[in-house]
């Protein structure tokens, strides 16, 4: 069973920056992928940024340039390094890790951007 804990949302004005982390109870380098996914109200959950193990980052092409996707694999720790913030930013940002055909989740943080 893999448990993930995002923390780091907030409110933050436009052009801001923030930076979410996912803990994971498991070693984040067993898993076969990890990602950032996003809510916004109304809309359908979206990919952020995803990583395959062994590959590096792919992003949205709403938040390239302006996102990071990194890793410590000693804290079972990743983040999400958000910068230049926009309005449209503003959702329910969640971890997501894939591991032994199975997909898990995190309760999320939310994250709004004020113009």
């Known amino acids: 069973q893999v448990q993930l804990v995002e923390s780091g949302g907030g409110l933050v004005q436009a052009g801001g920056s923030l930076r979410l982390s996912c803990a994971a109870s498991?070693?984040?380098?067993?898993?076969?992928?990890m990602g950032w996914y996003r809510q916004a109200p109304g809309k359908q959950r979206e990919l952020v940024a995803t990583r395959t193990a062994g590959s590096s980052p792919d992003y949205a092409d709403s938040v390239k340039g302006r996102f990071t996707f990194f890793r410590d694999n000693a804290k079972n720790t990743v983040y999400l390094q958000m910068n230049s913030l926009k309005p449209e930013d503003t959702a329910v940002y969640y971890c997501?890790?894939?591991?032994?055909?199975?997909?898990?989740w995190g309760n999320g943080t939310l994250v709004t951007v004020s113009s």
């Open positions: 997501e890790a894939h591991y032994a055909g199975m997909n898990y």
């Open positions: 498991g070693s984040i380098f067993s898993f076969n992928a």
